[in-house]
């Protein structure tokens, strides 16, 4: 038989086709399930189906934690950069994305991204043109997109919580630039544990004054104003289209956080001293 034909009958003649990629399998074509993890999981309707296989669940759940705990847990400072994965390359996001990853990188920041195309993909690329390290944390979505070329670590998730976790736990700071659903997601995510101190010192920069400054009105005007959120909640983000700008406040805010820690660990070793010399004093006059 033609080795071509052989070819083309084992493969039925289709070309390369779809691809997922679900954790550590990489699925095409026809092997492509309908559904995410995601979906099954939150899916109510399958509840039948609990008692038997949301228990191996818990335990794919619980590899995926490990698997990013072990992944990112030696990760210099980290910024986790959000924006649209429809972006142009040419649009004036992603300029401003890939000179906000070469900056990063300078001030001596690994970039972490969702690892997609467009904003993600500027800043990823930046940071690796500026000599810095750059993360792409990928979702499994019934539109693949795949981890772009810029990265260099990446990680793909079943789910969205376990890698909403690391997005968090390995950055010091956020910079959210023009995006969709999921950068607000993100954003308002990031928001709410600073405001409910669940995260400490965690600056929110938003990147793109035109694109924002709709949102910022009704935050001031409609949730500050009806009392659903104080002003103050308002100074936990910063608004610039200036990149310099962006990183020299993440860079104080890093800054002011570690004064802040050396004067609580001396102000503990001082009152441990005390205690110590209080209860030798008490010891000798026994």
Not at 96 to 119: D, F, Q, W
Not at 227 to 247: C, M, P, S
Not at 270 to 286: D, F, I, K, Y
Request: hydrophobic share 45%; charged share 25%; aromatic share 8%.
């Amino acid at each position: 038989m033609d080795p071509m034909n052989h070819s083309q009958g084992r493969n039925g003649g289709r070309g390369p086709g779809p691809e997922r990629h679900r954790g550590a399998v990489t699925l095409r074509r026809e092997a492509i399930p309908l559904s995410t993890a995601d979906q099954r999981l939150l899916d109510s309707r399958s509840r039948g189906d609990w008692k038997t296989k949301d228990a191996w669940r818990a335990l794919r759940i619980l590899s995926e934690f490990v698997e990013g705990f072990d992944t990112l847990a030696d990760l210099p400072p980290a910024v986790s950069v959000f924006g649209s994965a429809r972006s142009k390359p040419d649009s004036p996001e992603c300029e401003l994305a890939e000179e906000l990853g070469a900056a990063l990188a300078a001030a001596g920041y690994a970039v972490i991204t969702g690892g997609g195309p467009g904003v993600m993909e500027a800043a990823n690329r930046g940071a690796i043109e500026a000599g810095g390290l750059s993360v792409g944390l990928g979702i499994e979505l019934p539109f693949e997109q795949g981890i772009n070329d810029w990265v260099d670590m990446a990680i793909d998730f079943r789910y969205f919580f376990a890698r909403k976790t690391m997005f968090v736990k390995y950055a010091q700071a956020f910079v959210v630039l023009p995006g969709g659903f999921g950068t607000l997601d993100e954003l308002f995510e990031a928001l709410t544990l600073v405001q409910t101190g669940k995260v400490t010192r965690f600056p929110v920069v938003l990147m793109g004054t035109a694109y924002w400054s709709g949102l910022l009105d009704w935050l001031r005007d409609t949730l500050a104003a009806d009392g659903k959120i104080g002003l103050a909640d308002l100074e936990l983000i910063i608004v610039t289209d200036d990149v310099n700008a962006a990183v020299r406040h993440i860079v104080e805010a890093d800054a002011a956080l570690a004064a802040e820690q050396e004067a609580l660990q001396e102000t503990a070793i001082a009152q441990a001293e005390a205690a110590q010399q209080s209860a030798a004093t008490t010891r000798n006059t026994r």
